[in-house]
């Protein structure tokens, strides 16, 4: 927990990963999802499970050891130190090298002096939808591929994607790759996104150094794109020993 609450601190998106962390300590066997049904009674169950010593020790270090470092750095940086490290993420709208879907209604709205923070703020809702589904559907049962998929979701989701956003599931591929296999599907999915990311890297090519008027185009790639990467994790997902 203490290593968790820095590790927030330090890069706030780790704290995507709090929920699984809990649900994978409570020690009772995971409660059944093959309907794919989450009903009050089985969320009732999870918080009565979530409220025993182990995650709630867990949860309670992280939120004291992650709130004493923001308020010491608060108390050094002032309101720059909230800004930079934790508000800017839930108002950042990039609409440039942005690989998201998004990245075209961020330009035309800033074309048209529209504010986007609330907007930005509300496409947040789809990746809280998916971490909770899979901290309750996948994390019980294996973490590794949990943190792996919620990473790739959150990534395909977010309202601003750039290359090193790769990176931060592609380091995490090892800690799942036990539990994926290298079907035919995952080879076409594979196949697919390559075709995708050229797509869109030849298409941006044309908008941002030939001055080409392409935004359109460059849209379509990113959905086409969004859409592999969907494609993709739904392959993996379908491949792994744990898929739902």
């Not at 709630?56 to 050891?65: D, R």
């Not at 992650?66 to 608060?74: D, I």
């Not at 050094?76 to 690989?99: C, K, M, Q, T, W």
């Not at 959905?223 to 898929?243: I, K, Q, T």
Request: proline residues 4%; contains cysteine.
């Amino acid at each position: 927990g203490a290593c968790h609450g820095v590790a927030i601190h330090a890069k706030l998106y780790p704290i995507i990963y709090t929920l699984s962390f809990l649900t994978n300590f409570v020690q009772k066997p995971p409660l059944s999802t093959s309907n794919n049904k989450f009903g009050v009674r089985i969320l009732l169950v999870w918080i009565r499970r979530l409220l025993s010593p182990a995650p709630l020790l867990f949860g309670v270090t992280t939120v004291v050891v992650f709130g004493s470092l923001t308020y010491l750095a608060y108390t050094i940086y002032g309101p720059v130190a909230l800004h930079e490290g934790l508000l800017y993420h839930f108002s950042r709208v990039d609409h440039r090298h942005n690989y998201s879907m998004h990245w075209y209604w961020i330009y035309l709205c800033r074309a048209n002096g529209i504010s986007m923070t609330l907007v930005g703020r509300l496409l947040l809702l789809p990746q809280i939808v998916l971490l909770f589904y899979t901290s309750l559907g996948v994390a019980p049962h294996n973490l590794c591929l949990a943190i792996f998929a919620q990473t790739f979701l959150f990534v395909a989701h977010n309202k601003v994607i750039t290359a090193q956003y790769f990176t931060w599931y592609l380091c995490l591929l090892p800690l799942a790759s036990d539990s994926l296999r290298m079907t035919r599907r995952v080879v076409r999915a594979l196949i697919f996104l390559v075709v995708s990311i050229l797509f869109w890297l030849g298409s941006a090519y044309c908008l941002e150094m030939q001055g080409w008027s392409v935004h359109r185009i460059v849209w379509f790639a990113s959905v086409v794109f969004f859409w592999a990467n969907v494609n993709l994790l739904g392959a993996l997902l379908e491949s792994s020993s744990s898929a739902l």
